[in-house]
């Protein structure tokens, strides 16, 4: 399948790799196919690509590499859902944000994605050890330009 991107322009993405949220992402119900991108090898960060918008996209990580005794409680409904049957069976994504020059990660709206299925769905985490804007890392600023002498 050829998706439209606004950051990427046309890319190609097999229609199996195609993750389906069938209830939709918080503030965006209506966008239920994405795609996840991966724009380096070994990367950390991914783009979570609508595959029906080409101007909607987030930026999403596995908080595991953060955070490292992060857990979502997944009930045995929610993984009939996802039509996995234990949650070793899925992957934990949460959505990155830039925030006062840091990059941050909602950790109480994950998002768990089925690895055989390829069905996702975002939790709402009521868990006061988290946020919705956990620091993860400082942005570095930008080298700045130094004129040389000849």
């Known amino acids: 399948m050829l998706i439209d991107t606004v950051r990427f322009g046309v890319i190609e993405v097999d229609d199996d790799r195609l993750i389906t949220f069938p209830e939709g992402l918080l503030g965006f119900r209506e966008h239920k196919r994405f795609a996840l991108i991966e724009t380096a090898q070994d990367a ?30 997944v009930r045995e409904d929610d993984l009939a859902e996802l039509k996995a049957s234990d949650v070793a069976d899925s992957q934990v994504l949460v959505i990155v944000n830039k925030v006062d020059g840091w990059l941050t990660a909602n950790l109480l709206g994950p998002l768990v994605v089925s690895a055989g299925a390829r069905l996702g769905k975002q939790f709402v985490l009521s868990d006061r050890r988290y946020g919705t804007r956990q620091r993860l890392r400082e942005i570095a600023p930008p080298a700045a330009a130094v004129a040389r002498t000849a």
């Open 44 to 73: 950390v960060f991914f783009w979570l690509q609508s595959a029906d918008d080409p101007s909607l996209a987030f930026v999403v990580c596995d908080p595991a590499a953060f955070v490292p005794d992060y857990e979502v409680p």
